[in-house]
Nanobody
Framework: QVQLVESGGGLLQAGESLRLSCAASGRAFSRYIVGWFRQTPGKEREFVAAISRGGGSRSYLDSVKGRFTASRDNAKNTAYLEMKSLKPEDTAVYYC?????????????????WGQGTQVTVSS
């Protein structure tokens, strides 16, 4: 089992940057693919990005490609989501999640472990 804790959310203006962190504890972090999701009130949770166990492969939601970068440091048991050129439509609660399954899934039900979420608010 692994426990995840996100941090780094905040209130920003459009165009600014922010880095979210996802600190893991418990079983070997490197065994898990890490996904990032976001959710706004009244909407379903949306896949944002995923990074492979070793960090060599990444997958992104089309609307964040070129602006967001997923990374991880397995020695520190931490994953990151670097967000640049933020837009008001990026406003959401952001979650990190981990899966021991194969492939970088965009489906939230395939992720076994979740953090509590961190709020990102982007004003225009």
């Amino acid at each position: 089992q692994v426990q995840l804790v996100e941090s780094g959310g905040g209130l920003l203006q459009a165009g600014e940057s922010l880095r979210l962190s996802c600190a893991a504890s418990g079983r070997a972090f490197s065994r898990y693919i890490v996904g990032w999701f976001r959710q706004t009130p009244g909407k379903e949770r949306e896949f944002v990005a995923a990074i492979s166990r070793g960090g060599g492969s990444r997958s992104y939601l089309d609307s964040v490609k070129g602006r967001f970068t997923a990374s991880r440091d397995n020695a520190k048991n931490t994953a990151y989501l670097e967000m640049k050129s933020l837009k008001p439509e990026d406003t959401a609660v952001y979650y990190c999640a981990a899966t021991s399954g194969d492939g970088m899934s965009t489906t939230e039900s395939l992720y076994e472990y979740w953090g509590q979420g961190t709020q990102v608010t982007v004003s225009s």
